[in-house]
Nanobody
């Protein structure tokens, strides 16, 4: 059974940085596309970033482009999200997900079959 576990969230001041990790267990995900999504209080879940199986293709939401960087280390079965210049509006629960039907990128949440439990990111002003 595949499990995704996020870590690295926390409380940070505006302008600070955090690095989220998404570790997979139970199955190698090196052949599949993966992504990060976030959900702020009272809002719907939104796409943040996605990465192809090799890491060669990435795609970002306009709201985080140039600010966040998605990457993966297939040898460690782990995906990352480096978040810089954080703003209060980045406050949300961040979840990682794996698309077991595709090796490419996707911004559509329902295409992802495996989800982590999420990690809270809070940015204070």
């Amino acid at each position: 059974q595949v499990q995704l576990v996020e870590s690295g969230g926390g409380l940070v001041q505006a302008g600070g940085s955090l690095r989220l990790s998404c570790a997979a267990s139970g199955r190698t995900l090196s052949r599949y596309g993966m992504g990060w999504f976030r959900q702020a209080p009272g809002k719907e879940r939104e796409f943040v970033a996605t990465i192809s199986w090799s890491g060669g293709t990435t795609y970002y939401a306009d709201s985080v482009k140039g600010q966040f960087t998605i990457s993966r280390d297939n040898a460690k079965n782990t995906m990352y999200l480096q978040m810089n210049s954080l703003k209060p509006e980045d406050t949300a629960v961040y979840s990682c997900a794996a698309d077991l039907h595709s090796s490419g990128v996707s911004i559509i949440s329902y295409e992802y079959l495996i989800w982590g439990q999420g990690t809270q990111v809070t940015v204070s002003s």
